[in-house]
């Protein structure tokens, strides 16, 4: 196992708690979770669970990317 919190960044991880993808975005929990719920993020329930895909944060950030090349 990883130290200092590095196992966030494993590429074999398929699901990423919310605190791990917040880490991943260098953006807050509560943000994350906002995220979300408002559908910007995909997740998914695995039992009383929410889970967010891992290639879910690069193509939240594709999608974040897009809306700024439209605006500009």
């Keep these: ?3 200092n919190g590095s196992q966030d960044l494993d590429p074999t ?3 990423l ?10 953006i807050g929990r509560t943000t994350c979770f906002r995220l979300v719920l408002a559908g910007e993020i995909e997740s998914v329930t695995v039992g009383r669970l929410r889970r967010i ?7 939240y950030v594709a ?6 090349a439209e605006a500009a």
């Design 63 to 68: 999608k974040l990317r897009h809306r700024h």
């Design 1 to 3: 196992m990883a130290v």
């Design 17 to 26: 708690t919310v605190e791990e993808a917040a880490r991943r975005l260098r």
């Design 13 to 15: 991880l398929v699901l």
């Design 53 to 59: 895909p891992a290639d879910a944060v690069p193509a």
